[in-house]
Every structure is written in structure tokens, then in C-alpha cells.
Nanobody
Framework: QAQLVESGGGSVQAGGSLSLSCVHS????????MGWFRQAPGKEREGVAA????????YYADSVKGRFTISQDYGAKRLYLQMNSAKPEDTGTYYC????????????????????WGRGTQVTVSS
């Protein structure tokens, strides 16, 4: 049974930094790609960053490009999201997601392309 557990959420002032972590177990070595998503109250879940594990390629939504960094520690079974220069619009519940299928033509930021999900961690950025 695949399990993803996020941590590291909290409150930060605009311009500050926050580091999220996701520990994963279960089908770890079958994961093909992983990503971070967020959802603000009343809004749809949106992808912010993705990692294609086999190629080591990273992908970012335009809204976070240059400010967020996705990375992994394969041995520690952890996925990270470093959030710098935080903005109030970054506020939301952040979810770690993963899938074990080959990403042929996949939209990295479509939640429907991820099979496994964590329960989320809350991030609040105040102005």
C-alpha cells in the first residue's frame, strides 16, 4: 500500500521561506514521477512542481518558477519542496502526489495523472 505523508507546513510572512517534506513508502521504487499540488479554499487543486524520477527532470508552474524548488532524497524516500519569496497567493493546503506509470504525453500539473496522494499540509503566507 503506497503511503505519502507531508510535513513542514506552517505560517510565514510574505517574502519568507518554508520547506515541505513528503516521506513515501509502499511502491517507492516503482514511482515514475512525483509532484506537489496545492489547493486554496474555494479553488481547484493545482499543480506547482513535478519531478520525473527517471530523467531527473523538474517542471514548475509559471506562478512559482524561480521561487520554488522540487527535489528528492531517493535513499531517504523523501520528496521536498523549498518555497522561497513566498507570496500570500501561495496560501493553501499542499499535497504530495506520485504515480508509477510511464509519463508518455502526461500533463505534469493535472491531478488526474497522479494515482497516489498524501493528506496535505497547510501553508499560510501573510502579507
Amino acid at each position: 500500500q503506497a503511503q505519502l505523508v507531508e510535513s513542514g507546513g506552517g505560517s510565514v510572512q510574505a517574502g519568507g521561506s518554508l520547506s515541505l517534506s513528503c516521506v513515501h513508502s509502499g511502491y517507492t521504487y516503482s514511482y515514475s514521477y512525483m509532484g506537489w499540488f496545492r489547493q486554496a479554499p474555494g479553488k481547484e487543486r493545482e499543480g506547482v512542481a513535478a519531478l520525473y524520477i527517471g530523467a531527473g527532470s523538474t517542471y514548475y508552474a509559471d506562478s512559482v518558477k524561480g521561487r520554488f524548488t522540487i527535489s528528492q532524497d531517493y535513499g531517504a524516500k523523501r520528496l521536498y519542496l523549498q518555497m522561497n519569496s513566498a507570496k500570500p497567493e501561495d496560501t493553501g493546503t499542499y499535497y504530495c502526489a506520485a504515480d508509477n506509470r510511464q509519463p508518455y504525453g502526461v500533463n505534469w500539473f493535472d491531478p488526474g495523472n497522479y494515482k497516489y496522494w498524501g493528506r496535505g499540509t497547510q501553508v499560510t503566507v501573510s502579507s
